[in-house]
């Protein structure tokens, strides 16, 4: 096939729009366009990402970013090639506000969902990384999609939570400013322990741990005047990200009370009762009364 045939070939008038030809080489542009823009598109942005990850850029923000130079370059794509096929945007009017009308009415979960996403994303009352309480649930976010946000459980499990539920409901954020937290230790110890050894015992065992942090300064309150025990608690801040990461950290305090306890003969009291016996003791035994 000649050159001038090839030519003849794609400039044959598929459809006519408006007065206007749309031809077979307009259409063969499009998808080849869209091809070579939206490559070079994902090579630029995953340029940028890496570039903002090495300035230490928050993942959050980067995300945020990612979206909005998605929606960007396809609006971008969407207006050029209508441009190129001699389409104008008034074309799609109709169509527009057919499609507004059905949103409308049978999807307003959908676009409820959408919306709340970008807000989350832009406002950022949560966060990449955040831990979360939501409902009885707890975890880390893992990512904020458009629709539904992703959260891993303190036991593995990945929860998808829509994103209207976050903005509507009631959520408890752990980190949302720093990702300090307070927790406390609690230990009853027998009665008639001396209790400022007692004291200074859990005193010892704050300072020994550097992941306790200095400010504000830990404290030991001595607590109450239990059943069966002397109740002490200890109060202390610790740089957490998670619940699992408290819990350890509580347990190896609990290990190390229970080791300085046992060196100094200070008693971990537990429950117990003192039966007092007033008058004789009857034990029917066969037939005769002991």
């Known amino acids: 096939m000649e050159f001038n045939d090839l030519l003849s070939v794609l400039s044959f008038v598929v459809f006519t729009y408006d007065n206007r030809p749309i031809t077979l080489l307009q259409i063969i542009q499009v998808p080849i366009y869209i091809f070579l823009t939206w490559f070079i598109v994902t090579r630029v942005g995953k340029i940028i990402v890496q570039a903002l990850k090495k300035r230490n850029v928050s993942a959050d923000a980067i995300h945020l970013f990612s979206r909005m130079y998605l929606v960007l370059m396809i609006a971008i794509l ?18 527009s506000g057919a499609i507004a009308i059905g949103v409308g009415f049978g999807a307003q979960n959908i676009i409820n969902n959408f919306i709340s996403g970008w807000i989350l994303m ?46 509507e409901n009631t959520v408890t954020n752990w980190t949302l400013i720093d990702k300090n937290a307070r927790t406390f230790v609690r230990v009853g110890v027998s009665y008639g322990s ?97």
Request: proline share 4%; hydrophobic share 45%; glycine share 4%.
């Open 122 to 167: 832009w406002e950022r009352p949560i966060r990449i990384g955040d831990f979360l309480e939501v409902g009885d649930a707890r975890g880390v976010v893992e990512c904020i999609n458009t629709r539904s946000t992703l959260i891993r459980r303190n036991d593995g499990v990945h929860m998808l939570v829509p994103n209207s539920q976050l903005l």
């Open 78 to 95: 969407t207006i050029t090639s209508m441009d190129i096929l001699n389409i104008p945007l008034t074309a799609f009017a109709f169509v």
């Open 194 to 290: 001396d209790v400022l050894k007692v004291q200074s015992l859990l005193f010892q065992v704050l300072e020994e741990r550097d992941d306790i942090l200095p400010s504000p300064k830990p404290i030991v309150l001595f607590e109450d005047f239990g059943d069966n025990a002397l109740i002490f608690d200890m109060v202390f801040w610790v740089n957490a990200v998670s619940e699992t990461d408290i819990r350890r950290r509580r347990s190896e305090i609990r290990f190390r009370i229970y080791e300085l306890f046992n060196q100094n003969d200070i008693c971990i009291a537990y429950p117990q009762r003192d039966i007092h016996l007033d008058g004789n003791l009857t034990i029917n035994h066969g037939d005769k009364n002991i």
